[in-house]
């Protein structure tokens, strides 16, 4: 993972202690430190406190420099009751995700004062956050060894870098969606317009030659990535061939996608390809989402949406998996079958356990190129961007992974907590049968990372949105 720049702003008043200030800024960076997934950019260098403070100047210098470093987000921890103006000035002109917080303060000394007061400021800076028009994050006044603020905190940086990821995005389209598929379509140019989403589209012709370039090559790099399919999925020494131009497939797409800067990838997976190539693009599409480049299938724009933002809201630790909602387990009625044809990533098979090479079970033509088996339980996320009418909204729902009956293909069963909600929000819409997966409950980070991209809603299933808040303020665990 790329480490996420979190700009750190500390705030004081002067009519409360300098000491106590620095002391609490000293505190809150030292605790910051032991996440090796940030970079700490202070203001230790904008004046002899490394605090921010009542000065219009100090505001413009400390905004220059944050938005010279390029940072993701910015932290404005209140270290007493802090200086409402300027904090607002440096987070408007930054524009990027803001978290406010400060150390609960103590009790009045015995002569009568406070030393730091930080929840009163606390109340002002929301105020003039709101009046500058920028959204922030707030976490409870609590101290820095507090559950509630570790918890809040790491939740910020998740729904920072979902923010990150969203505005970055790049997708390489590789041909149109398939005929029968209208329920993938989307719309390029106002996915554009209103979130910058851009689309660079390639035909399945370009991806054809460029495979065949490279498995005539025989290539070091194609020798590679055989080895790496044959280690990691069961295959028989019939596949060899098969294998081969899998592996050739997966180099092109990623030479397309890393010569255009996309940080994702929809194609249209049949029937074109079978017919060109012979093969089904399954695990290719499982082996990159595997390296950090997520897949959709049938061209599912909205699908590789949903899986950028999945992964980044693990802070790109888990990879995701696009799967079909399928069918109801017959035993249990909040359990779900989620599968295709083979594209979940074979990192996510149980330790011990591999998937086996195979030819697509489905169509006529049974083109090789799948890799089928099940893939581990446990606590998951399941996410889909999507919208019509101009209108865009992020559904999120907390499942548990559990074992069930065969089923060809990569597969999961989940057990949900109220399917029929569940399947009623999913049909009524803007949504589809696909939804990414990702193994962490990620539904908090990513209601509030909707905070931070104008025309997205969230439309969160379980927790709710009041249960989201809730565990937001520590009420709840």
């Given at each position: 993972m790329e480490k996420l720049k979190i700009g750190y702003a500390p705030t004081r008043r002067f009519t409360f202690s300098a000491e106590d200030a620095r002391r609490y800024k000293d505190l809150i960076y030292k605790f910051m430190q032991q996440y090796d997934s940030i970079e700490?950019?202070?203001?230790?260098?904008?004046?002899?406190?490394?605090?921010?403070?009542?000065?219009?100047?100090?505001?413009?210098?400390?905004?220059?420099?944050?938005?010279?470093?390029?940072?993701?987000?910015?932290?404005?921890?209140?270290?007493?009751?802090?200086?409402?103006?300027?904090?607002?000035?440096v987070c408007k002109a930054v524009g990027k995700p803001v978290?406010?917080?400060?150390?609960?303060?103590?009790d009045p000394l015995e002569n009568g004062f406070r030393l730091r007061d930080t929840q009163c400021g606390l109340f002002a800076t929301g105020k003039v956050l709101r009046r500058f028009n920028v959204p922030f994050t707030y976490i409870p006044n609590t101290s820095v060894d507090d559950p509630v603020f570790i918890r809040g905190f790491e939740n910020f940086l998740r729904a920072a870098n979902v923010v990150k990821a969203f505005n970055k995005i790049r997708?390489?389209?590789?041909?149109?969606?398939?005929?029968?598929?209208?329920?993938?379509?989307?719309?390029?140019?106002?996915?554009?317009e209103k979130f910058g989403i851009q689309i660079y589209p390639i035909s399945v012709v370009?991806?054809?030659?460029?495979t065949e370039e490279i498995e005539k090559s025989d290539s070091a790099e194609l020798k590679e990535a055989v080895a790496a399919i044959e280690k990691t999925v069961k295959c028989k020494?019939?596949?060899?061939?098969?294998?081969?131009?899998?592996?050739?497939?997966?180099?092109?797409?990623?030479?397309?996608?890393?010569?255009?800067?996309?940080?994702?990838?929809?194609?249209q997976c049949w029937?074109?390809?079978?017919?060109?190539?012979?093969?089904?693009?399954?695990?290719?599409?499982?082996?990159?989402?595997?390296?950090?480049?997520?897949?959709?299938?049938?061209?599912?724009?909205?699908?590789?949406?949903?899986?950028?933002m999945a992964y980044a809201a693990t802070l790109e630790q888990t990879p995701p998996f696009l799967a079909d909602l399928t069918v109801r387990q017959t035993t249990n009625d909040n359990v779900e079958l989620l599968t295709h044809c083979g594209n979940f990533p074979p990192s996510l098979v149980p330790s011990g356990c591999q998937t086996c090479f195979n030819k697509h079970f489905l169509f006529?033509?049974?083109?090789?190129?799948?890799?089928?088996?099940?893939?581990?339980?446990?606590?998951?996320?399941?996410?889909r961007f999507d919208g019509d009418h101009g209108?865009?909204?992020?559904?999120?729902?907390?499942?548990?992974?559990?074992?069930?009956?065969?089923?060809?293909?990569?597969?999961?069963?989940?057990?949900?907590?109220?399917?029929?909600?569940?399947?009623?929000?999913?049909?009524e819409g803007p949504y589809i049968h696909h939804c990414a997966g990702v193994h962490q409950n990620i539904v908090p980070a990513l209601y509030e990372a909707c905070k931070y991209i104008p025309g997205l809603t969230p439309d969160p299933v379980d927790p709710t949105e009041e249960e989201i808040k809730a565990w937001m303020r520590g009420s709840i665990n």
């Open positions: 700490i950019v202070d203001i230790d260098d904008i004046n002899d406190e490394g605090l921010l403070y009542d000065s219009t100047a100090m505001a413009n210098q400390v905004s220059k420099k944050f938005i010279a470093n390029n940072v993701d987000a910015v932290f404005v921890p209140h270290c007493n009751f802090g200086t409402e103006d300027t904090v607002a000035k978290l406010l917080w400060g150390p609960r303060d103590e997708i390489l389209q590789i041909g149109p969606r398939p005929s029968g598929f209208w329920s993938v379509i989307c719309n390029e140019g106002e996915l554009i370009e991806l054809q030659l460029k020494p019939e596949d060899a061939e098969s294998v081969k131009r899998v592996a050739a497939l997966k180099l092109a797409m990623r030479y397309y996608a890393d010569r255009e800067l996309c940080t994702a990838v929809a194609i029937d074109a390809m079978q017919k060109s190539m012979h093969i089904m693009p399954c695990l290719a599409n499982a082996l990159l989402t595997d390296e950090g480049l997520p897949v959709s299938c049938e061209t599912d724009i909205c699908g590789a949406i949903s899986e950028i006529d033509d049974h083109c090789p190129g799948t890799h089928e088996g099940e893939i581990k339980g446990g606590e998951l996320t399941m996410v209108d865009y909204q992020l559904f999120m729902g907390k499942c548990r992974g559990v074992h069930g009956k065969f089923s060809r293909g990569t597969y999961l069963y989940v057990e949900v907590n109220d399917w029929p909600l569940w399947e009623t929000k999913l049909v």
